[in-house]
């Protein structure tokens, strides 16, 4: 890589500036103890950029998708951390830049980016078997939850349509149904949205479309 990233705070510092690593780390050192009654994985998502800008700036949030997991057993703790594969980092890694330029705006991409802009690193939820990683702008990807290999984008077995799906989706308590919306459900600008009930055996239930008095993000 022969151009550095910027020195501005959005690349820089214990909390922003770009790891790049991708390793597995078994037994983890503990200080103190850790209850051997915990046992299951705690999921992390963080956006950490393969490659500079390609406008020589850019905001934190527009990095690609670094998820890490911790897994808690017997009073050990492993950790494992993996890109997730999405179609924009597999078309940077593949001309070994960065193709992509403001964010959130693909018609400042350069023309080599992949259709798909989305970089799924705003948050990361397990469902029925697949770990979501997931940003509003396109639908999850998904990913295995032991390995954290990207097993590749996901629309419930093909069960939804819309071009997007909410980063931050909800558990129904009681059901365990996972509870979610798109906005700009129909692409970029659109006015459609829509909401969709899935059960936790990834059953589409509920599945209801209207507009919006405009095109806008929802949050």
Not at 136 to 148: G, I, K, N, R, S
């Amino acid at each position: 890589m022969n151009i550095p990233f910027p020195q501005t705070p959005e690349f820089s510092g214990a909390l922003y500036a770009p790891s790049r690593v991708e390793g597995e780390v078994f037994d983890l050192e503990i200080e103190g103890v850790v209850p051997e009654a915990i046992c299951g994985t705690f999921y992390q998502v963080s956006p950490d950029p393969q490659y500079p800008p390609m406008l020589g700036t850019d905001i934190f949030f527009n990095g690609d998708a670094m998820v890490s997991g911790f897994y808690f057993a017997d009073g050990r703790v492993s950790l494992r951390r993996r890109y997730v594969l999405t179609d924009r980092l597999v078309a940077q890694r593949r001309e070994g830049r960065s193709l992509n330029g403001v964010y959130r705006n693909a018609y400042t991409n350069d023309p080599l980016a992949a259709k798909n802009n989305t970089t799924a690193n705003t948050s990361v939820i397990p469902h029925n078997n697949v770990l979501l990683a997931l940003k509003e702008d396109a639908m999850p990807w998904a990913l295995d939850p032991q390995t954290l290999e990207t097993l590749g984008e996901w629309n419930f077995d093909g069960q939804i349509d819309s071009a997007t799906f909410t980063a931050h989706p909800k558990l129904d308590p009681l059901t365990g149904n996972l509870l979610a919306f798109s906005y700009e459900a129909k692409g970029d600008g659109t006015p459609d949205m829509a909401y969709f009930e899935i059960s936790p055996q990834g059953k589409l239930l509920h599945e209801i479309w209207f507009q919006a008095p405009y095109a806008a993000m929802v949050h």
